[in-house]
Nanobody, 126 residues
Framework: QVKVVESGGGLVQAGGSLRLSCEASGRTFSSYTMGWFRQAPGKEREFVAAISWGGGTQEYADSVKGRFTISRDNAKNTIYLQMNTLKPEDTAVYHC???????????????????WGQGTAVTVSS
């Protein structure tokens, strides 16, 4: 079983920045595709960003392109989400997820991820 734990959320003013971290247990962390999803109050969970096992491929939702950056440090079993120029509409609970190795090197589909964290809340005030 893989345990996924997020940290780094908080309250920030619009235009500010936050960096989320996600640490996953397991000896095979470097083989997992990792992703960030978010869920705002009253809305469905949506894809934010994903990174391939080696870090060479990233995908972003259109709403965060150019503002958010996903990265990983396999030596630390950790991925990061650097969020810049935050907007009130970025307010949500951000969840980190891990996918076992599969045919695809990266995925934007929540159902293709096997392990999920409890989430960390991000609130952006206007």
């Amino acid at each position: 079983q893989v345990k996924v734990v997020e940290s780094g959320g908080g309250l920030v003013q619009a235009g500010g920045s936050l960096r989320l971290s996600c640490e996953a247990s397991g000896r095979t962390f470097s083989s997992y595709t990792m992703g960030w999803f978010r869920q705002a109050p009253g809305k469905e969970r949506e894809f934010v960003a994903a990174i391939s096992w080696g870090g060479g491929t990233q995908e972003y939702a259109d709403s965060v392109k150019g503002r958010f950056t996903i990265s990983r440090d396999n030596a630390k079993n950790t991925i990061y989400l650097q969020m810049n120029t935050l907007k009130p509409e970025d307010t949500a609970v951000y969840h980190c997820a891990a996918a076992e190795p599969g045919i695809q090197s990266i995925s934007v589909v929540a159902s293709e991820y096997d392990y999920w964290g409890q989430g960390t809340a991000v609130t952006v005030s206007s």
